[in-house]
């Protein structure tokens, strides 16, 4: 059984910095597309940033490029995934909840994560991220 489970998220102000993080185990497929979403109040929920569960090319929505960072890490003793998102420049309209999620299966369409969220099956509970100006 796949889960996933984001930690990090706090209150932040303007400018700051935040790095959230995603624990994914029981995922056993060779490179499904991993990727951050985030929904703010009254808004659609919208990709921020992907890379393959087995690494490379990094892709950021055009609002985040530049200020955040994904990555991703596997610890072999424990089987597990760690997709990590580190958010600089934080901006007031970044508060929203974050959410990792993930594609059950091989993927090679992580450059278009935004315009695919239906494929994404595995999703994590969100963590919240606020920041004040």
């Known amino acids: 059984q796949v889960q996933l489970v984001e930690s990090g998220g706090d209150s932040v102000q303007a400018g700051g910095s935040l790095r959230l993080s995603c624990t994914v185990s029981?995922?056993?497929?060779?490179?499904?597309?991993m990727s951050w979403f985030r929904q703010a109040p009254g808004k659609e929920r919208e990709g921020v940033a992907s890379?393959?569960?087995?690494?490379?090319?990094?892709?950021?929505?055009?609002s985040v490029q530049g200020r955040f960072t994904v990555s991703i890490s596997k610890d072999r003793a424990t089987n597990t995934l760690t997709l990590t998102l580190q958010m600089s420049s934080l901006k007031p309209e970044d508060t929203a909840m974050y959410s990792c999620a993930a594609v059950p299966r091989g993927s090679s369409w992580c450059g278009y994560f935004r315009e695919r969220l239906n494929e994404y099956h595995y999703w994590g509970q969100g963590t919240q991220v606020t920041v004040s100006s």
């Open positions: 029981g995922y056993n497929y060779g490179y499904g597309c």
């Open positions: 890379i393959y569960s087995g690494g490379g090319t990094e892709y950021y929505a055009d």
